[in-house]
């Protein structure tokens, strides 16, 4: 099955400097990589997705990338604010029909240092 | 839209006894998933729902696990008997298309 691997779990940032968090998956079938936000007490909640047909999404200060051939996506996180503190994971799913089960990273807590 | 709703939010009970965590989806939503996040194992999918039908449930731990969906807009995830090791947040998501995933709140589950 799929294997997802998520970079670094930690990361502090100064607020205002940008934040970058990596994946890597194993499926090469894999074609839907979406980006939830965890807050404290909450569920996941979807900030961005990316589908294998392109290779670079933003949506204002967000940003996703997606290396197909390397089988590597990242979300960049620009001119950080203290909202942006909480836990970061990243997903893939491989396009099966009938297959809508994500596999999820292991999270990155994202710090905001004031 | 009030968004995916699960109860209770916070459930403590005794081991040995048997848990209901329930979930409503969003309408229209076709697809239902429990998930079950712990610190060290992360988000583990256990079982979804296609069209009220269970699809995969290759994330079920084992026999005291159980998880139905009697129509399309409620689900529960029961466990019996329960045991400490069960704690756990324990997530309800739905999506109408297999992107976007919508979670509800979550039922914090302790076990003692």
């Known amino acids: 099955g799929e294997n997802v691997e998520q970079h670094p779990s930690t990361l502090s940032v100064q607020e205002g400097d940008s934040a970058v968090i990596k994946c890597t998956y194993s499926?090469?079938?894999?074609?839907?990589f979406p980006w939830y936000k965890q807050e404290l007490g909450k569920g996941p909640q979807l900030i961005i997705d990316i589908r294998s047909n392109v290779g670079e999404k933003k949506d204002q200060r967000i940003a996703v990338t997606l290396n197909k051939t390397a089988k590597h996506f990242s979300l960049h996180i620009t001119e950080t604010q203290p909202e942006d503190s909480a836990v970061y994971f990243c997903?893939?799913?491989?396009?099966?029909?009938?297959?809508?089960?994500?596999?999820f990273g292991t999270g990155t807590r994202l710090t905001i240092i004031p | 839209d009030a968004g995916v709703i699960q109860s209770p939010r916070h459930e403590v009970t005794e081991m040995g006894q048997e848990v209901t965590l329930r979930c409503k989806p969003i309408?229209?939503?076709?697809?239902l998933f429990w998930y079950r996040q712990t610190m060290m194992r992360g988000l583990e999918l256990l079982i979804y729902?296609?069209?009220?039908?269970?699809?995969?449930d290759s994330g079920m731990p084992e026999d005291r696990f159980s998880a139905k969906m009697p129509n399309a807009s409620f689900s529960t995830l029961k466990i019996q008997p329960s045991e400490p090791r069960d704690s756990a947040v324990y997530f309800c998501a739905s999506t109408p298309t297999g992107y976007g995933y919508t979670f509800g709140s979550g039922t914090r589950l302790t076990v003692v």
């Open positions: 997903a893939a799913r491989r396009s099966n029909f009938g297959n809508e089960k994500l596999t």
């Open positions: 499926d090469s079938a894999s074609n839907y």
């Open positions: 729902f296609n069209n009220n039908v269970p699809i995969d």
């Open positions: 309408s229209g939503h076709n697809s």
